[in-house]
């Protein structure tokens, strides 16, 4: 059988693999994008966030796919695209329980967290209904003219001077492409992970964990008592990534548009294997007997797919790139859904290689910036596990946590804003891992995370993360006067325009032209 030539071939058509097929296309290299199933299909990773949607934008400018762009906001998702599924995220909800007792508010909220995204509905961020964006991306691709070979599993690839040979079947017939360069996304331990026999290495500072999760039909609303009467919240609590915190890990509840709502459990070895996750649904329903109020929200809710049990959800892989091969972010680890980090250190890794797709394989700077490439991929995953596994640490101490949180989102609105206003090189990496200052203190920060907890240890570290976070605070996230209900207003940007190094007036240019209106 003679091979089928390609220059570039991407392994999964998630929406990572359908997108690069579509920039490389762009850049006239000829494509084939493989995928082991078929679309429609379930897959999971679904709530997005702001610096997500400003990356698929970018990239939705930068390689003319105007298709792309109303997907990065819910306004004009809903206005021009209504027969694909969504949900409306407005913020990050977290509220936290004690196993065996009910939900109950205080008038202080300290058991909440509510981080705003987005002042409205019109410029809000979305929960991905996987299986409608993953087809409508690929099938975009596909009338693009980018090769599409679905229900190909490969088993094999061979890397040789030239470029890389991958084989398998199609439908039972055999299939040959020579490509010479193959990018994986199909996912973490994932095709090029297994077939190169890759080595994987653990995490520095993150417990073993694993997830537990499926998609419901009836759903109940939050029930009274997680309000306060006669205080109003900064935007509606459940169109949110709503996190019901417990010790050892979390619950993600993500409602769509279409009656389905995303639900699932991830928690350390101990939790899971006492609960029993290995059993699916029963350790569901024993996590709703301790978690009472959740359970009232789960009455009357019927799981319409089997669940899913993932018995190691870290992972990350000692190699990134090869000489002709490269493992996007999202095949290369994955941490936890918890602050949902999975798209932009995706879409991060899309942008990075479309450049590195750029320069070309033929060039002499090539190897350099596929290194580069690698680098990076393994630091934000890194800086990633080092911020989300000192939150686990935190579980059960919330008061720590949420300010360990904070961390997460003066770095996102500090880095949104900076790319915003046209200096992306100020965004020093996700979570700004590259950042001279921030970097260090967030790592020395999340490490005394996880010390046995002492009288003052709190306010010492409370202090830390304040010095750490407020010269990039562009959020109103260090105004002790809200905490723990930050809103999303256009006015914290204005007065903090010297942190960016911006003039008010360049902030009035990039809230208008962003909608977000001046309060
Ligand atoms: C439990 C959980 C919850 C998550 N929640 C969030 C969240 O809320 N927000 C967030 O930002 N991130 C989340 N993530 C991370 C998110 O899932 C990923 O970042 C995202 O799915 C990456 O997209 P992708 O297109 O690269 O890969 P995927 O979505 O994993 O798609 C991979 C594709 O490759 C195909 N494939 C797999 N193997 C092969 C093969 N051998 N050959 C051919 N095709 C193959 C698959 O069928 C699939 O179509 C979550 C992850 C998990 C595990």
Not at 52 to 81: H, M, S
Not at 97 to 117: M, S, W, Y
Not at 197 to 205: D, I, Q, S, T, V
Request: glycine share 8%; aromatic share 10%; proline share 7%.
């Amino acid at each position: 059988m003679s091979a089928q030539h390609f220059q570039i071939a991407i392994v999964g058509s998630g929406f990572a693999g359908s997108l690069l097929a579509m920039m490389a296309h762009r850049l006239g290299l000829a494509t084939v994008l493989i995928e082991r199933g078929r679309h429609p299909r379930f897959v999971i990773g679904e709530s997005s966030t702001p610096l997500a949607n400003l990356l698929l934008e970018e990239i939705a400018v930068e390689y003319d796919l105007p298709f792309v762009r109303p997907l990065c906001k819910w306004g004009t998702w809903q206005r021009q695209f209504p027969q694909l599924a969504c949900g409306l995220k407005r913020g990050f909800t977290f509220y936290h329980h004690e196993f065996g007792k009910p939900f109950i508010t205080d008038a202080g909220h300290r058991n909440q967290l509510l981080v705003g995204a987005s002042p409205n509905e019109a410029i809000a961020d979305t929960h991905w209904y996987r299986p409608d964006f993953d087809h409508y991306l690929v099938t975009q691709a596909r009338s693009l003219g980018v090769g599409y070979l679905d229900e190909t599993v490969l088993v094999a690839a061979r890397e040789s001077t030239t470029g890389m040979h991958l084989t398998g079947t199609r439908r039972d017939e055999p299939v040959e492409i020579a490509a010479e360069f193959v990018i994986d996304a199909t996912g973490p331990r994932g095709f090029l992970h297994r077939a190169l026999g890759l080595p994987e290495k653990r995490f520095a500072a993150f417990p073993s964990t694993q997830g537990l999760f499926s998609h419901f039909q009836n759903v109940g609303a939050l029930p009274q008592h997680f309000s306060t009467p006669g205080s109003t919240p900064p935007y509606p609590p459940e169109q949110a990534a709503v996190h019901h915190v417990f010790p050892g890990g979390w619950v993600w509840v993500l409602k769509f548009n279409n009656g389905i709502t995303s639900a699932g459990v991830a928690a350390t070895d101990d939790v899971a294997e006492e609960l029993q996750f290995n059993s699916g649904e029963p350790a569901w329903q024993r996590l709703l007997k301790r978690l009472p109020s959740l359970a009232e929200v789960f009455k009357s809710a019927n799981p319409v797919m089997p669940f899913i049990h993932s018995p190691r959800l870290a992972f990350q892989t000692a190699m990134v790139t090869g000489s002709r091969w490269a493992l996007l972010p999202s095949a290369a680890g994955f941490v936890d859904p918890l602050l949902s980090t999975g798209f932009p250190l995706t879409l991060l890794g899309v942008q990075r290689m479309g450049a590195v797709l750029k320069l070309g394989w033929h060039h002499s700077g090539f190897p350099q910036q596929l290194n580069d490439y690698a680098e990076s991929t393994a630091l934000e995953l890194e800086t990633t596990s080092r911020l989300v596994g000192a939150l686990y640490a935190t579980m059960n101490r919330f008061e720590l946590f949420k300010e360990l949180s904070l961390l997460y989102f003066a770095a996102a609105s500090y880095s949104e804003t900076v790319r915003r206003l046209g200096r992306p090189e100020r965004a020093t990496g996700f979570l700004l891992c590259r950042h001279p200052v921030f970097a260090t203190q967030l790592q020395r920060i999340c490490a005394s995370a996880h010390e046995p907890p002492s009288s003052d240890s709190l306010n010492v570290l409370r202090q830390r993360i304040c010095e750490a976070i407020e010269p990039l605070d562009v959020a109103g996230l260090t105004d002790r006067s809200r905490d723990p209900w930050y809103p999303a207003l256009a006015s914290d940007l204005s007065r903090n325009a010297g942190k960016v190094k911006a003039s008010e007036n360049e902030i009035r240019v990039m809230l208008a032209r962003c909608g977000l209106r001046q309060h």
